[in-house]
């Protein structure tokens, strides 16, 4: 585990030395593609494998930032939607001395502890969350295109429609060749259908 954890920190300091701007998914498809095939193809297909993909290649970028800020030598900031290699600007590492995400993800022991069940009631969390910020969002929409935007029909159960919420996200996501406005609809038909499955 150690080798490889150095292994992937070294891909990941020479490919933002090459291309200072990626997001978490180009990485991700750059590791899974060759010359280094370091990732599994499969490595985004189901909550675990993503949450533990994510985790390691986290795990890997504030080791990283960690090591530049010693030698003095980039600033590394690090989101799922931009990570970035900034040219070094002495006296900037003690603005994040109390980061609480860089001391969760520098943390092994939180890949070892998180189970699938963890990730099912994160994700399912996230989806509650999501509910009630936006609880009318599917009301004025018709079942009929609702069912028809998820891509399945009745009868199913809330766990499935929220499983094949996600894999619609992952398939619409703008990143993978979708559009925003795909991704509002698919949102919109999965509250309509949410909210026809709890009447049932």
């Given at each position: 585990?150690?080798?490889?954890?150095?292994?992937l920190?070294?891909?990941?300091?020479?490919?933002?030395?090459?291309?200072?701007?990626?997001?978490?998914?180009?990485l991700?498809?750059?590791?899974?593609?060759?010359?280094?095939?370091?990732?599994?193809?499969?490595?985004?297909?189901?909550?675990?494998?993503?949450?533990q993909?994510?985790?390691?290649?986290?795990?890997?970028?504030?080791?990283?930032?960690?090591?530049?800020?010693?030698?003095?030598?980039?600033?590394?900031?690090?989101?799922?939607?931009?990570?970035e290699?900034?040219?070094?600007?002495?006296?900037?590492?003690?603005?994040?001395?109390?980061?609480?995400?860089?001391?969760?993800?520098?943390?092994?022991n939180?890949?070892?502890?998180t189970?699938?069940?963890?990730?099912?009631?994160?994700?399912?969390?996230?989806?509650?969350r999501?509910?009630?910020?936006?609880?009318?969002?599917?009301?004025?929409?018709?079942v009929?295109?609702?069912?028809?935007?998820?891509e399945?029909?009745?009868?199913?159960?809330?766990?499935?429609?929220?499983?094949?919420?996600?894999?619609?996200?992952?398939?619409y996501?703008?990143?993978?060749?979708?559009?925003?406005?795909?991704?509002?609809?698919?949102?919109?038909?999965?509250?309509?259908?949410?909210?026809?499955?709890?009447?049932?």
């Open positions: 585990m150690k080798e490889d954890i150095e292994i920190t070294q891909i990941l300091a020479e490919s933002l030395e090459a291309k200072p701007h990626w997001t978490e998914l180009q991700i498809e750059s590791l899974q593609s060759p010359p280094y095939e370091f990732f599994d193809k499969e490595a985004l297909r189901d909550p675990l494998t993503l949450f993909t994510h985790f390691l290649l986290f795990h890997c970028l504030y080791k990283l930032r960690e090591r530049w800020r010693e030698q003095q030598r980039y600033e590394l900031f690090i989101h799922t939607l931009n990570i290699c900034q040219p070094w600007r002495g006296g900037e590492s003690a603005l994040a001395e109390n980061d609480p995400l860089a001391d969760y993800y520098l943390d092994l939180q890949l070892a502890r189970s699938e069940a963890d990730v099912e009631s994160m994700l399912d969390d996230f989806w509650q999501m509910g009630h910020s936006s609880a009318k969002v599917g009301t004025d929409m018709p009929e295109d609702a069912w028809l935007l998820m399945v029909g009745p009868p199913v159960t809330r766990a499935f429609i929220k499983k094949q919420y996600r894999k619609l996200v992952h398939k996501h703008p990143d993978k060749g979708g559009s925003v406005a795909k991704m509002q609809q698919v949102q919109k038909a999965y509250h309509r259908v949410l909210e026809v499955i709890k009447e049932e």
